[in-house]
């Protein structure tokens, strides 16, 4: 390949990440249906590096969350920067990334405080339930009401249009409704009104699953 056609496929991979950025729904679907193969290699050499079988729930599970890490900051930084890196790079990056950080989470891992909390035993000293012939129901059941919700979640914020995707995104991390509307440029009213039907649909799906 060269120079020149390398150069245009750069400037044409910005120009489509600058149109997603800019809300447009049909930019947004291009860059994942082309770069969705970078996306699950990424997540399945890393599943299937650290963890003794490969699992279609987990892969499924890091590959929602490294869309939404892309649609809510990734494609910005990988704008701003103007490296000259081409965009199938950058997202595979990305997305071994997120499957790393994935790995190390409560959810990816099960952490023992979740499942097997410690207990004391006749002598005071601390033991996890593991070392019993059972796990705690309670426990067991919390940590999968968990997983369900936040998959339940990530289901919906997909199905959204770009633009109310990005200002649910931003209310989940714990913006205030004026400083969405200040970088949105959307107005309170609105945001409101995007925010309770969102609330309204995952309340709805919910009493479906529960």
């Known amino acids: 390949m060269s120079l020149n056609t390398k150069q245009l496929k750069i400037r044409e991979e910005r120009d489509l990440v600058k149109r997603a950025l800019a809300g447009e729904e049909l930019a947004w679907k291009q860059i994942i249906l082309r770069h969705k193969k970078a996306i ?3 997540v399945k050499s890393h599943l299937y590096k650290f963890h003794t079988a490969y699992d279609e729930f987990k892969a499924e599970d ?6 939404l890490k892309l649609h809510r900051t990734a494609l910005t930084q990988f704008y701003a920067k103007e490296s000259g890196a081409a965009l199938n790079s950058f997202i595979y990056t990305v997305a071994l990334n997120t499957a790393k950080d994935y790995s190390k989470s409560k959810l990816g891992q ?3 405080n979740e499942i097997n909390p410690q207990i004391k035993t006749a002598e005071g000293s601390e033991e ?3 070392t019993f012939v059972f796990v705690e129901e309670q426990c067991a059941h919390s940590l999968y009401e968990k997983m369900e919700e936040k998959k ?3 289901d919906e914020l997909i199905e959204l249009e770009f633009t109310n995707r990005r200002v649910i995104e931003m209310y989940l991390v714990g913006e205030k409704n004026k400083e969405i509307a200040a970088k949105t440029k959307i107005t309170e009213a609105k945001i409101n009104k ?3 039907n969102f609330k309204k649909k995952l309340e709805k ?3 479906m699953v529960g």
């Open 40 to 42: 699950l290699k990424a």
């Open 128 to 130: 996890s339930l593991d």
């Open 194 to 196: 995007i925010v309770f």
């Open 62 to 67: 890091v590959y929602q969350e490294v869309l």
């Open 205 to 207: 799906k919910y009493k």
């Open 152 to 154: 339940i979640i990530r």
């Open 110 to 112: 099960a952490s023992l």
